[in-house]
C-alpha cells in the first residue's frame, strides 16, 4: 500500500523559499501537491509524472514554485520560491494522474496524509 510523508513546512517571510518534501513508499502514476488554506477548498498546485516527468503548475504558482523528484529517494520535492502570504496553506502531497490535456491533475486516493503547514508572514 502506498504511502506518502510531507515534510518541510514552516514560517517564512514574504519573499522567501520553502522546500517541500513527499517521501514515497511505493509507486503511482503521478505525484500532486495540493493547499488548502482555512475556509477554502483543497486545491492542487503542481503535480509530476513519475514516467516521463511530465508537469502541471496551478497558475498562481507558476514561475515561483517548481517540482521534482529524486527516482532514486522515490521523493517529490516543491521548491517555493517568491512566496507570498496566500500561499499559506496546508499542503498535501498525493498520488495522482496527470490529464492528457496539461491541464491538471487528479488525485486516485482518497485518504490524505496530516499534510505539513506552510505560512507566510507579510
Known amino acids: 500500500q502506498l504511502q506518502l510523508v510531507e515534510s518541510g513546512g514552516g514560517l517564512v517571510q514574504a519573499g522567501g523559499s520553502l522546500r517541500l518534501s513527499c517521501a514515497a513508499s511505493?509507486?503511482?502514476?503521478?505525484i500532486g501537491w495540493f493547499r488548502q488554506a482555512p475556509g477554502k477548498a483543497r486545491e492542487g498546485v503542481s503535480c509530476i509524472r513519475s514516467s516521463d516527468g511530465d508537469t502541471y503548475y496551478n497558475l498562481s504558482v507558476k514561475g515561483r514554485f517548481t517540482i521534482s523528484r529524486d527516482n532514486a529517494k522515490n521523493t517529490v520535492y516543491l521548491q517555493m520560491n517568491s512566496l507570498k502570504p496566500e500561499d499559506t496553506a496546508v499542503y498535501y502531497c498525493?498520488?495522482?494522474?496527470?490529464?492528457?490535456?496539461?491541464?491538471?491533475?487528479?488525485?486516485?486516493?482518497?485518504?490524505w496524509g496530516q499534510g505539513t503547514q506552510v505560512t507566510v508572514s507579510s
Open positions: 511505493g509507486s503511482t502514476d503521478g
Open positions: 498525493q498520488a495522482v494522474r496527470l490529464m492528457t490535456s496539461g491541464s491538471g491533475c487528479y488525485s486516485t486516493r482518497d485518504t
